[in-house]
């Protein structure tokens, strides 16, 4: 324990990674109060949205639906068809807003019917699940790889390279400690480590997130009210996909920090390691933003790469089903299977090389 403790201390209680942190807290914060603000003006246009937004939710209302087709066409004869530069331009009406999202809704109920659904979800009811759609985005688009997963890297990198660097692992792998312990020591730090960041990210962007308007309404809404999760298989609340992306991004980010871990045992610099670790999450996003032809070639490549496995809406937003020895099991157990397998031969690897090393 002892040990354990030493090289918690050495990886992430020190001045310079405290002072990453507390920028990161800093910028977590920010995110989480500006895609709010971005979403809808203000509390007080988040309060009269919510207001008159009680009497529209529930099933599909074919008055409404017609009133909401009129405004939005309305609303994209003169700003576009893009999501976003609506959302941007009406952020201060919010009857206009809710007549969009409704409009949409209609959309993905029409889809619905015409589609065949997962057993045991219902055809979607329309709720205001503004700010929880907001924390989701925050949660599950690729920016969060750019924001949570480069610090991850920096603050991982140190934790064989730096005594590679100045030559003091070959005197700390002879000590009495043996290579095994402090292997599994230096392991656990940078597990804690992730999860420290990783959780960081998500109360900071939750907390601000909600702060401004302080509301949690929607918070016991389907799942496929959301528009990225329309086609889940899974009839969960939104509470529940809120606790599960949570132990999600916890999960994936020490896989991710356990590759860190690997290539920093190899390297002999900080900036080595992670120079390449950067390069593999890279290189996996630059696959996933291919085209759909290049990406149905590459198939489970792209599925359990670290773009799209990372992200919530990629692992839970579908009805993705692979045949795993004849049995049929969703996208969420196999990434559990394929991640977890992929991290203990991870791990063997740094147990292994480190071991047969010549001191």
């Known amino acids: 324990m002892s040990l354990f403790r030493f090289e918690l201390r050495k990886l992430l209680l020190n001045k310079s990674t405290l002072f990453l942190l507390i920028c990161l807290l800093a910028l977590y914060s920010v995110v989480g109060l500006t895609s709010t603000v971005f979403l809808i003006g203000g509390s007080e246009s988040y309060r009269a949205y919510e207001k008159i937004s009680a009497g529209w939710e529930g099933p599909l209302d074919p008055e409404k639906a017609a009133e909401a087709e009129k405004v939005y066409q309305e609303v994209s004869a003169r700003y576009g068809t893009d999501s976003r530069v609506i959302a941007r331009s009406i952020k201060d009406q919010p009857e206009i807003i809710l007549a969009v999202n409704y409009h949409d809704y209609a959309e993905r109920i029409e889809e619905y019917r015409n589609s065949t659904p997962p057993e045991g979800v219902a055809e979607p009811k329309f709720a205001n699940i503004l700010l929880w759609e907001n924390l989701f985005n925050n949660w599950g688009e690729h920016m969060m790889q750019f924001l949570l997963f480069v610090p991850l890297t920096f603050v991982i990198a140190p934790v064989f390279a730096v005594e590679r660097s100045s030559g003091m692992d070959n005197l700390i792998l002879s000590s009495r400690n043996g290579r095994g312990k402090i292997i599994t020591a230096k392991l656990l730090s940078a597990l804690v480590a992730s999860t420290v960041v990783v959780a960081l990210y998500l109360a900071a962007t939750f907390l601000f997130g909600f702060l401004p308007h302080g509301s949690f309404h929607g918070w016991d809404a389907a799942i496929q009210s959301i528009p990225t ?131």
């Open 229 to 359: 999760y329309a086609e889940s298989m899974f009839p969960w609340k939104v509470w529940q996909l809120a606790a599960v992306g949570a132990v999600w991004l916890i999960f994936t980010g020490a896989v991710y920090s356990l590759i860190i871990c690997f290539v920093s045992s190899r390297m002999k610099s900080q900036i080595g390691t992670a120079g390449v670790s950067l390069a593999v999450m890279f290189v996996n996003v630059g696959l996933a933003a291919m085209g759909d032809t290049v990406t149905e070639r590459l198939g489970v490549l792209v599925d359990f790469g670290l773009a799209n496995v990372t992200m919530m809406k990629e692992v839970f937003g579908g009805d993705k089903v692979f045949d795993v020895f004849g049995t049929g099991a969703s996208y969420p157990v196999v990434a559990v299977l394929v991640l977890g397998g992929f991290a203990v031969l991870v791990a063997w690897g740094i147990y292994w090389g480190q071991k047969n090393r010549t001191v």
